[in-house]
């Protein structure tokens, strides 16, 4: 069975940092594409960035380029994502996902609020 | 970017109707490898997302036969043939084939 589990969400001042883990388990990590997704609170989905299988090709949505970097332990199958100098408009929930052109596993997702 | 445009928006269905839901997108959407990469995604009350339909036409394990997707170049369509109170929920677009992949606004299914 797919099991993805975020975690490093939580509380964080504007300007301040994170970092995301996502740790895969139930299908052969290597092989695939992983991408981080977000939810801000009672809106749509905005796809934020996918890794592809060895994190040699990286693609980033506007908002987040030069800010987030996206990564993978290929040798303990996780996903992570560093996000420096976060805004208000970054509070969302944060899924990580199995692919990454029709992506076919979500996680449960961690909740990311930046707020003074 | 490629914009993708969902109508309806909200969709109020009686129970055993049918719906139908538009997806648009601003480029073809078809990949150098073939394939279309375009995704429907439904997302119930309180829970994460999961996928019912991807490359346009082709139902995931566990989805109902009731869904179906179809469609070809920039305009596609989610179909539910006979509505069911578990189907209450918002459902999402996505396309895969360019970069940054891109999700239509989401239709908010609902029961008269």
């Known amino acids: 069975e797919v099991q993805l589990v975020e975690s490093g969400g939580g509380l964080v001042q504007p300007g301040g940092s994170l970092r995301l883990s996502c740790a895969a388990s139930?299908?052969?990590?290597?092989?695939?594409?992983m991408t981080w997704v977000r939810q801000a609170p009672g809106k749509g989905l905005e796809w934020v960035a996918s890794?592809?299988?060895?994190?040699?090709?990286?693609y980033y949505v506007d908002s987040v380029k030069g800010r987030f970097t996206i990564s993978r332990d290929n040798a303990k199958n996780s996903l992570h994502l560093q996000m420096n100098s976060l805004r208000a408009e970054d509070s969302a929930v944060y899924y990580c996902?199995?692919?990454?052109?029709?992506?076919?596993?979500w996680g449960q997702g961690t909740l990311v609020t930046v707020s003074s | 970017d490629v914009v993708m445009t969902q109508s309806p928006l909200s969709l109020p269905v009686t129970l055993g109707q049918p719906a139908s839901i538009s997806c648009r997108s601003s480029?073809?959407?078809?990949?150098?490898?073939?394939?279309?990469?375009l995704t429907w995604f439904q997302q119930r009350p309180g829970q994460s997302p999961r996928r019912l339909i991807y490359?346009?036409?082709n139902r995931d394990s566990g989805v109902p036969d009731r869904f179906s997707g179809s469609g070809s170049g920039t305009d596609f369509t989610l179909k539910i043939s006979r509505v069911e109170a578990e189907d209450v929920g918002v459902y999402y677009c996505?396309?895969?084939?360019?970069?940054?992949?891109?999700f239509g606004q989401g239709t908010k299914v609902e029961i008269k």
């Open positions: 890794i592809n299988v060895d994190g040699s090709e990286k």
């Open positions: 996902l199995v692919g990454a052109y029709g992506p076919d596993y």
């Open positions: 480029q073809r959407l078809v990949y150098s490898d073939g394939n279309t990469y």
């Open positions: 490359e346009v036409s």
């Open positions: 139930g299908f052969t990590f290597t092989r695939y594409w």
């Open positions: 996505m396309q895969g084939t360019h970069w940054p992949r891109t």
